[in-house]
């Protein structure tokens, strides 16, 4: 028989691990005086490439971002 006493509460309360950990570090940037609160909020986004694979070779990469296009 589990107990739930072992749970963590992340886990408890029907979250991931990375959606946790995202609402922590977003509220700790949000706690942050000027000039470092927009430092790190500027560090938070992401950018990444996508290839396609094509008979064995990869197609030319498009760069895309986690943030909303400006």
Do not use: Q
Not at 34 to 45: D, F, G, I, N
């Amino acid at each position: 028989m589990a107990s739930n006493a072992a749970v963590p509460f992340w886990r408890a309360a029907g979250m991931t691990y990375i959606t946790y950990s995202n609402l922590c570090a977003n509220l700790v940037r949000n706690c942050l005086k000027e000039p470092r609160r927009t430092e790190a909020l500027s560090r938070e986004k992401v950018h990444f490439s996508v290839s396609k694979w094509v008979d064995g070779k990869p197609e030319k990469p498009t760069i895309r971002s986690d943030t909303p296009e400006e």
